[in-house]
């Protein structure tokens, strides 16, 4: 069964980069036909997918996310990691890190939440001076 834990700074001063990396055990983040997504729940309010990378290591970002954001990955590592550029205070969510598989058809939208099988258990992030 595949694991995943996310691991980074909890607390990031406003205009610095955000930078997080997912840890997967129990499964290659190689291994077709999966991809490795970030999301994050600022509080009070629903989960915002962010974006995700495929086995392939092709990228796919939320739009309204997308100028701020990067996705990569060490596959000697078996890590992807987020960055989130120029964060604000609206940037301070529980962010997490999880697998998904979805269809061919709808590749670079918001996954539908029953094409999720794993997630990490989140990390909160804080953006303040």
């Known amino acids: 069964q595949v694991q995943l834990q996310e691991s980074g700074p909890g607390l990031v001063k406003p205009s610095q980069t955000l930078s997080l990396t997912c840890t997967v055990s129990?499964?290659?983040?190689?291994?077709?036909?999966?991809?490795w997504s970030w999301s994050r729940r600022p509080p009070g309010k629903g989960l915002e997918w962010i974006g995700y990378?495929?086995?392939?290591?092709?990228?796919y970002y939320s739009p309204s996310l997308k100028s701020r954001t990067s996705i990569s990955r060490d596959t000697s590592k078996n890590q992807f990691t987020l960055q989130l550029s120029s964060v604000t205070p609206e940037d301070t969510a529980v962010y997490y890190c999880a697998r998904v598989e979805p269809p061919y058809y709808d590749l670079g939208s918001s996954p539908r939440p029953e094409w999720y099988d794993s997630w990490g258990q989140g990390t909160q992030v804080t953006v303040s001076s």
């Open positions: 129990g499964g290659s983040i190689t291994t077709k036909f999966y991809y």
């Open positions: 990378i495929a086995y392939s290591g092709t990228t």
